[in-house]
């Protein structure tokens, strides 16, 4: 589902991703639509833009967040503000995209969101990376958090940095799905973070900042 006030946009969206064989996108005009939108039509994925007018889509979000078996929501925006970058996390955000997404790599974002994966796109990732601080004090070094992670939990940490689903992680590590799901708790656990997309962003940013050891990841690849 795409929720966009825009209508240009929001049909130029639907078009490209209906083009698609395996897509399905109903639409919604605005945040006061979505809730019962969801409810309707029940779609595995949201793309939400942040910017509506009336209800703005970071109380849609929580709305949609709010149903029971509630889908992956990624925002769609031209830019991110840091405020938003943090309440979206807070509210459950599976990933960030912007609005100049390549076709394709729209596609992809739906399906690695429908398959339980997140999603973060080369440029919104430097955006969340550099705008989210995350939880716990940062002051310019390594954090200590870090160094409570095995060499199994950190590569785990990495491959959660390329948005892969637990069932991916597995194949990449000859692991199970629920071997792999049990590292993902603990990592959230130890590093205090609530969901994936913040494990993503965490990974992100300890790559940039140069604060991962060095993993044995590469062998596997």
Known sequence: MIVDDEILLRSC?????????DIEVPVACDGREVREAVAAHRPDVVLLDLRMP??????????????????????????????????????????????DATPQELADAVRVLASGGTVLSPAAARIVVDGYLGAGPRHGGRDPRLDTLTEREQQVLELLGEGLTNADIGRRLLLSASTAKEHVSSILTKLGLANRVQAAVAAHRAAAEGHLRPSALAETR
């Not at 969206?13 to 064989?21: D, G, K, P, T």
């Not at 996390?89 to 960030?96: I, W």
């Open 54 to 99: 009336e209800v703005d889509g970071l109380t849609a979000l929580e709305g949609i967040r709010a149903h029971q078996d509630p889908p992956a929501v990624a925002v769609l925006t031209t830019f991110l503000r840091d405020e938003d970058i943090a309440a979206a996390l807070r509210s459950g955000a599976a990933g960030f995209l912007l609005k």
């Open 13 to 21: 969206m639907q078009r490209i991703l209906e083009s698609e064989a």
